[in-house]
């Protein structure tokens, strides 16, 4: 019986357009690789009719060791809170079994039309409760 992926975990090869004149990682990069294993979590979510759209509120990285081109990135993702507005996630990337960085990135959620704050729906907040940290 095949064993089902596990869609908190991502995996990339450090690309050449996201290395400095230095041979490391840029900084904002780590960002880019961070929303997309987010995002990668995201795509199985319950879909609702109504569903608010999300934006970054706010987002911060502690770095631990400079990626390298071809370097293999292991992303995992966390759910840290769960409020009525807003989501707070956390990446953890590897390298080699070695801790990369560790990021934060908090959505909130708001209504498509007017831009103003709404409650995260129900399903959502269920789904998510089994990745809290």
Same mark, same amino acid.
């Given at each position: 019986m095949e064993q089902a992926a596990d869609i908190t975990v991502s995996e990339v090869r450090i690309p050449f357009r996201d290395i400095d004149m230095h041979g490391h990682m840029h900084n904002a990069a780590y960002y880019a690789h961070a929303e997309a294993a987010v995002a990668g979590l995201w795509r199985h979510?319950?879909?609702g009719q109504n569903d608010p759209v999300y934006? +970054? @509120?706010?987002s911060g990285c502690?770095?631990?060791?400079?990626? @390298?081109?071809?370097? !293999?990135?292991?992303?995992? +993702?966390?759910v840290t809170r769960i409020g009525a507005t807003s989501l707070s996630f956390a990446v953890a !990337? $590897?390298?080699?079994? $070695?801790? +990369?960085?560790?990021?934060? !990135?908090?959505?909130?959620?708001?209504?498509p039309a007017t831009r103003q704050p709404v409650n995260v729906p129900q399903p959502i907040r269920d789904w998510l409760k089994s990745f809290l940290a």
């Open positions: 979510r319950p879909v934006f +970054v @509120r706010k502690t770095f631990h060791k400079g990626l @390298r081109l071809d370097d !293999i990135a292991c992303s995992k +993702v966390s !990337i $590897a390298c080699d079994g $070695a801790a +990369v960085a560790d990021l934060e !990135i908090v959505w909130v959620a708001v209504d």
